[in-house]
């Protein structure tokens, strides 16, 4: 666990997101989920409190560890695999995709800034969901 506080800059993202993007706008278009301004404020702030309270503890521990690639196995650091089914659960993976594959359909902007919330909480363990 890092000793660390996790460094958030939510407030920074919503201004970004709502006050110039407009992305609540975007996705009250007829090819998106129809998400108003208050579903996607509650996701991006669950985003940032899964990120502080489950990503951000593995951050250290991924440091430490690493991936290691021995008798033809690799072997990540020990929390990464249940953390990786926390997020699939928790629905990460999904934000952008089509209602019909199991997604949000929510407009890629609000995905890629969501993504950036979960994978800065650690970078080791950003490229995992994309694998």
Not at 63 to 72: L, M, Q, S
Request: hydrophobic share 45%.
């Amino acid at each position: 666990m890092s000793r660390t506080p996790y460094p958030t800059h939510a407030q920074d993202l919503a201004f970004v997101l709502f006050d110039w993007l407009k992305v609540h706008e975007v996705a009250a278009r007829d090819a998106y989920s129809g998400a108003g301004i208050d579903e996607l404020e509650m996701i991006l702030s669950e985003a940032t409190r899964f990120a502080r309270d489950v990503v951000w503890p593995t951050n250290a521990v991924g440091d430490r560890e690493g991936c290691r690639f021995e008798d033809g196995r690799v072997t990540t650091p020990a929390p990464f695999k249940a953390l990786y089914a926390r997020y699939l659960e928790a629905g990460w993976m999904a934000l952008t995709a089509a209602e019909r594959y199991g997604g949000a359909n929510l407009p890629h902007s609000f995905g890629i800034a969501v993504g950036e919330v979960l994978q800065g909480a650690n970078i080791a363990f950003g490229p995992y969901p994309g694998l």
